[in-house]
């Protein structure tokens, strides 16, 4: 029995890890590839689309004054550009620094909700944001984001250019990577995440997920989906699956780059990701059983990834370190042998050369230390992520069957140093 | 002169087709009258009870080298009409006793060769009245007269003192510790033979074998000597190490040999088992030295009964009853005797019972042991029972599944340690026509420091006869050197010829599975269908082949996809540095 479920978890795991393997090469040869899309954006354009920027801010004094610093010194003709910044409930100074430059700048605009529209969460304020603008592209930032100059310029065309694709995304960077070991790990995390799964499947599939900021979509699609599912933790990950079945595909396109601030410690990380975890289990059982609703089947593709990294990949890895354990105290009898050991070995190169690669594909990335992260990152950092998939499959799971409401946690800011340094 | 030269010619290719005919004149009716029958053996025997017990069974074995056309009679039993058609006449008295009255006339009219052994020979009409039987006497130590050298020890330390008439030739003289003077034992007198001894072991056979080879005119012309070496207890814990340096080494020195197989090894301790999809490794080396030479003969299914240790224990058994196996493990058995019984057919159907459940035993653990070896791809070619023990009807039940046999043999129902060994190839009657493959040197004996010299003792032994068998077994725990040192002994032996089974010509067969020789090949034929489904460890075993495979391909893969990301981040780190140049 125990050797049933020990090959069983590593068949899983395996699955898993070549797929990610599979995308990662895709990341790899679209590394190479997207500077094409990028030259070809290049050449000057004569009617601009009208972008509208929301920025959902819910007591984000901290934060809210860089980020819209960077809405001013964007590339973009300011005529066609609108930033709407949603006042959701703030108990702090957000509003009247947010009222401060919409008086200063006409380009920006600030919306305060007001009952009963008032703090519903983040899908419900980027609804409400919604409905006061104008644009024909709406463009989503966190509080916390400071895209770079020409991010909107490279959304906004990217989406112009691309008639199949029903939004965009771009790359987002950590702005305080080099504030902690959490941050740096949270750095290599989400440069791997982009490079692996968002643009790995861009290049195999041409699917990428909306990340929840630093991405553009087509204000039609927006109306015909009917906004943000308010019921959603990850409205982003849901609303790109509405994407798709609406018809339409999702570009990556890692040319457009942001900033944005990390958790700097356990707790609001634990916070943030038990919400994203949840989101994504929120989606997966959302769909799995609609599935033959879906139009776009290549959604499937998402759904699935989901349900395997989630459910079974957790689930054999949480196997796997069981067996292990018991058999520590217990003989098992497990009848593997030396290639346990190997694949063991090879499991851990695969993720430090995945990481590696996908480092290597930003400037000054791949540093000694960094590389020591990774090596550090596996045995700490990724662990955690087993016992928050754990928890998180707790708390939707009790929340399924008591039909609570999801309740939205804003991710704590942290006020950074006014000179960024960006290259973490 | 043409014509001349053309009669050369002529002549010439005449004595060419006679010299290449010539062999088959000669031998073929000899070999024509073996395969027709035409040595007609008869055993005319006198036991203690009438019944054949270890004594005939030891003659068994040794007459059957030369003939499969054997009878055994008691004395009491034989009338004139079983002598019609005999060539070969033999009387074994073993006991002395009253003959019954018909023996006085019985042989007169018999002209063919006869051997008489032991007591009673004035009792078989005139054909031995060229010897005078007395009492028996110490003989220590037996040897051919033309050969005085080579000298054996006598098993039981007595003959029969004879006197013999002139012209009576003597092959084999006796020799006594305390005088200098030496006594006839094995005598001939035209195409009458006698052996002065009672009781035989294989010593005395060997004496008596050579003589059997003058009786049955078999004189072997070409002397090569059939010898083997058995690589013993090969059971699912054994290390695979030593057993892969003894398989390089009978390798490189082309040596056939035999592995003796056990399926499963039981730890004594836990009674837990293990089997030989628990060892791949071991399996590995296995499959390798059946691919090179050795042959797998199985050596019962676990080695044991009860909970004894694998290779320690006796399968076949009963050691603590000292009776075949009659009752499972797990159940107190207390044999009954005939006496326990108010009539003899209840005690005959008690012991029909017994017999029955011993059939199903020996049957099924068989079956298991050849099914098992054969599902891993070790194709068994002979069988060999733990500590050669078995009963007479277990070499029944045997000779159902296998038609070779190595080792000793167990010679009574009564008592395991009544063993012994024969010096040649040999099919007796009680194997049920199953051959033979003797087993007459031993083994090292572990902590034993004179295991080499004894070896060395046997080989000598061995060597006295013309064609005996040198067989000799070894256990690979002790290593390689060990396997070495007994090499060296038997390559010391002048025209050692190694036998290799798969040269000869064997079979084995059970439910779903038929094995056997041809041309030097063995063929298996396997229902792999049923056999699959006749067990579901059978199918497991080859599902975790494949599971093995498909990770080891995983690792494999992973490993590859390992050195790509590295070369992938070389070539962006090249072409950036590239870039910035």
């Known amino acids: ?94 509003g009247s620094i947010i009222d401060r430059f919409a008086q200063k700048y006409a380009f920006i605009r600030a919306v305060h909700t007001k009952p009963p529209h008032t703090g519903k969460g983040k899908s419900a304020a980027l609804n409400h944001g919604l409905n006061y603008s104008s644009g024909d592209i709406i463009v989503v930032y966190d509080a916390d984001n400071t895209p770079e100059p020409d991010a909107i310029h490279y959304l906004a065309l990217g989406l112009k250019h691309d008639s199949k694709a029903g939004a965009i995304v771009g790359k987002f960077r950590v702005v305080n990577a080099n504030k902690n070991i959490l941050t740096r790990f949270i750095n290599i995390e989400t440069l791997t995440f982009q490079w692996l799964a968002q643009a790995g499947r861009w290049f195999w599939f041409k699917m990428s997920t909306i990340p929840g900021t630093n991405f553009a979509i087509r204000r039609s699609i927006l109306e015909q989906l009917g906004g943000w599912d308010e019921k959603a933790l990850s409205e982003d990950t849901e609303l790109s699956i509405r994407v798709y079945n609406a018809g339409y595909y999702i570009r990556f396109f890692p040319a457009a780059i942001t900033w944005e601030q990390e958790p700097e410690n356990l707790k609001v990380w634990l916070r943030q990701r038990t919400r994203w975890a949840r989101g994504n289990l929120y989606v997966i059982f959302k769909y799995l059983f609609r599935m033959h609703k879906l139009k776009n089947k290549k959604v499937l593709v998402d759904i699935y990834y989901f349900l395997f990294t989630y459910v079974l990949f957790f689930g054999g890895i949480l196997l796997s370190h069981s067996i292990f354990a018991v058999n520590l105290v217990r003989d098992l009898e497990l009848s593997i042998g030396v290639v346990s050991y190997v694949l063991l070995v090879v499991g851990f190169l695969l993720f430090v050369t995945e990481v590696c690669l996908a480092l290597s594909m930003e400037n000054d990335q791949l540093t000694f230390r960094n590389f020591l992260s990774v090596l550090f990152m596996y045995f700490t950092y990724s662990q955690m992520w087993l016992f928050l998939v754990m928890y998180s499959s707790f708390l939707e799971g009790k929340r399924m069957l008591f039909r609570q409401e999801a309740k939205w946690y804003k991710t704590q800011r942290f006020k950074q140093p006014t000179k960024e340094n960006h290259s973490a | 002169m043409r014509k001349k030269s053309r009669n050369t010619k002529n002549s010439f290719i005449l004595i060419l087709v006679i010299s290449i005919l010539f062999p088959f004149f000669f031998n073929t009716p000899e070999s024509r009258a073996e395969k027709n029958g035409y040595s007609n053996v008869l055993v005319i025997y006198t036991s203690s009870d009438g019944e054949i017990d270890e004594h005939q069974r030891i003659f068994d074995m040794l007459i059957s080298h030369f003939t499969t056309d054997v009878k055994f009679i008691s004395s009491n039993e034989v009338e004139k009409k079983d002598l019609s058609g005999v060539t070969h006449l033999f009387y074994y008295g073993q006991f002395p006793d009253r003959l019954p009255s018909t023996f006085h006339t019985l042989l007169n009219d018999y002209t063919g060769s006869i051997l008489a052994i032991g007591h009673n020979t004035k009792q078989l009409g005139t054909h031995f009245d060229f010897i005078d039987q007395k009492n028996e006497f110490e003989i220590n130590q037996m040897a051919f007269t033309d050969k005085k050298e080579k000298r054996l020890n006598t098993s039981y330390g007595k003959a029969i003192n004879i006197e013999v008439d002139k012209g009576t030739e003597i092959l084999v003289e006796g020799t006594r510790a305390d005088d200098s003077a030496s006594y006839p034992i094995l005598v001939k007198n035209q195409n009458h033979y006698y052996y002065a001894v009672d009781r035989m072991a294989i010593r005395e056979t060997i004496f008596l074998g050579e003589a059997l080879h003058q009786m049955f005119g078999k004189k072997h012309m070409d002397a090569s000597r059939p010898g083997y070496i058995r690589i013993e207890d090969v059971h699912p814990m054994v290390n695979p190490e030593p057993l892969k340096e003894i398989a390089g080494i009978l390798k490189e020195k082309n040596i056939p040999y035999m592995i003796a197989v056990i399926p499963v090894y039981t730890n004594p301790e836990t009674g837990e088992e293990h089997f030989f999809s628990d060892s791949p490794e071991l399996l590995k080396v296995l499959k390798q030295m059946q691919e090179d030479g050795g042959s797998v003969i199985l050596h019962g299914y676990t080695h044991q009964h009860k909970l004894n240790e694998t290779g320690e224990g006796f399968e076949f058994w009963d050691v603590e009853k000292n009776t075949p196996i009659y009752a499972p493990a797990s159940k107190e058995f207390v044999l009954k005797h005939e006496r326990d019984f108010e009539t003899r057919e209840k005690y005959e159907e008690y012991m029909k019972e017994l017999e029955n459940f011993e059939n199903e035993y020996i049957h099924k653990k068989v079956k298991r042991g050849i099914q098992e070896l054969v599902n891993y791809g070790l194709y068994p070619l002979a069988f060999e029972a733990p500590h050669y023990t078995m009963s007479q009807n277990g070499y029944k039940v045997l000779s159902e599944s296998f038609s070779t046999y190595v080792g000793q043999l167990q010679l009574s129902d009564s008592d395991w340690k009544i063993m012994d060994s024969t010096p040649y190839i040999t099919s007796p009657s009680f194997l049920k026509g199953m051959q033979l493959l003797p087993e007459t040197m031993g083994f090292v004996e572990e902590g034993n420091p004179n295991a080499l010299q004894e070896i060395q003792q046997k080989s000598e032994m061995i060597q006295i006869t013309d064609n005996g068998v040198a067989g000799a077994f070894y256990h690979p725990y002790l290593g390689a050197d060990g396997l070495k040192d007994v090499l060296k002994v038997m390559e010391k032996i002048p025209n050692l010829s190694w036998i290799d089974l798969k040269e000869m010509d064997v079979w084995v067969k059970t439910e779903n599975v038929d094995i056997y020789t041809k041309n030097g090949e063995v063929i298996t034929d396997v229902k792999q269908g049923a056999l699959l489904l006749s067990s579901i460890d059978f199918p497991l075993y080859h599902l975790k082949e494949f599971i093995d495979m498909v990770i080891w391909g995983i690792a494999i893969l992973g490993g590859l996809a390992v050195i790509s990301f590295i070369m992938f981040t070389v070539h962006l780190h090249s072409r950036k540095a590239k870039m910035e140049g």
């Open chain 1, 1 to 94: 029995m125990a050797n049933f479920l020990l090959y069983t978890s590593l068949f899983i795991i395996w699955m898993m890890l070549f797929y990610h393997a599979f995308l990662m090469i895709g990341g790899y040869l679209h590394s190479l590839k997207y500077r094409e899309y990028e030259k070809k954006l290049a050449t000057p354009v004569e009617d601009f689309p009208k972008v509208s920027i929301l920025i959902p801010a819910h007591n984000e004094e901290v934060v809210i004054e860089d980020t819209i610093q960077s809405m001013i010194q964007l590339n973009y003709p300011k005529d066609k550009l609108e930033v709407i910044i949603i006042n959701d409930n703030s108990s702090d100074n957000t």
